[in-house]
């Protein structure tokens, strides 16, 4: 016959051995406006834009039915192809106030050493910019 105790102990054993632990680093940086043309007044046409790209790695090749999905010319700069083709800019149209987020998931199962063994690293890199445009003098 099995005890309370017995069946306890096991669900415990059960719900701790089957945790996802689920880590997010971020990182960025902004650029601030580098002005383009001095000599004219400007105005906003549009307010944060964005443009994003991601990749995730699987570093556990136990699991060789996942792949790295492809990044064509680095993290960034497919951030900022996607962003251009979103949001193309116009006539005496230019990116302002541009900020570049990159951020890093992790996601893992608990060892019994107290570490995490890692299973899916997915590191997204967001572009965003305001959009502004230059009146013709």
């Known amino acids: 016959m099995i005890s309370l105790k017995n069946i306890v102990a ?3 054993i059960l719900i701790i051995s089957s945790c996802t ?3 997010t680093t971020h990182s960025f940086y902004h650029h601030g406006t580098d002005s383009i043309k001095t000599n004219s007044s ?3 046409v549009k307010y944060n834009v964005i443009g994003k790209a991601r990749t995730t790695y699987y570093p556990n090749k136990l699991r060789p039915s996942k792949q790295q999905l492809p990044v064509n010319n680095g993290l960034i700069a497919d951030a900022k192809v996607n962003l251009n083709k979103l949001f193309p800019l ?3 149209q230019a990116y302002a106030n541009l900020t570049i987020d990159v951020l890093e998931t992790t996601q ?3 060892s019994s050493a107290g ?3 890692v299973n899916e690293i ?3 890199a967001v572009v965003s910019a305001d959009i ?3 009146e013709k003098n």
């Open 10 to 12: 096991f669900s415990l």
């Open 132 to 134: 502004v445009e230059y």
């Open 108 to 110: 893992g199962t608990p």
């Open 122 to 124: 997915t590191l997204e």
């Open 42 to 44: 400007f105005k906003y």
């Open 21 to 23: 632990v689920i880590s």
């Open 90 to 92: 116009g006539p005496n």
């Open 115 to 117: 570490g995490i063994i």
